[in-house]
């Protein structure tokens, strides 16, 4: 089994920036694609970025878009994701997962093997 853990989460105040990071035990991100969920209280859990296996793809929720980056180092096995100009309605707890070819399934926390313990974003106004 990967065993994926997210750190560089913490309160942050609007317009702020954060970038996060989930390291991977066990085996490789290089054989799957990984990306960052959220849930914040009371809602379901969103995709928000993906990239793919080889780092050639990249999925964002249009909330997102424009905004956040994500980034893959197969060598470090390591996937992170830049926030920039955080909202308010960003807050909530962020998860990595990695899934094998989830292609159409993108968005789909079903589409996951793996998946971290979480990190919570809080942004303040």
């Known amino acids: 089994q990967v065993q994926l853990v997210e750190s560089g989460g913490g309160l942050v105040q609007a317009g702020g920036s954060l970038r996060l990071s989930c390291a991977a035990s066990g085996r490789s991100f290089s054989s799957y694609d990984t990306g960052w969920f959220r849930q914040a209280p009371g809602k379901e859990r969103e995709c928000v970025a993906v990239?793919?296996?080889?780092?050639?793809?990249?999925y964002y929720a249009d909330s997102v878009k424009g905004r956040f980056t994500i980034a893959r180092d197969n060598v470090k096995n390591v996937v992170y994701l830049q926030m920039n100009s955080l909202k308010p309605e960003d807050t909530a707890v962020y998860y990595c997962?990695?899934?094998?070819?989830?292609?159409?399934?993108?968005?789909?926390?079903?589409?996951?093997?793996?998946w971290g313990q979480g990190t919570q974003v809080t942004v303040s106004s």
């Open positions: 990239i793919s296996m080889y780092g050639a793809v990249a």
């Open positions: 997962a990695a899934g094998l070819q989830v292609g159409y399934r993108v968005s789909m926390s079903s589409a996951y093997d793996y």
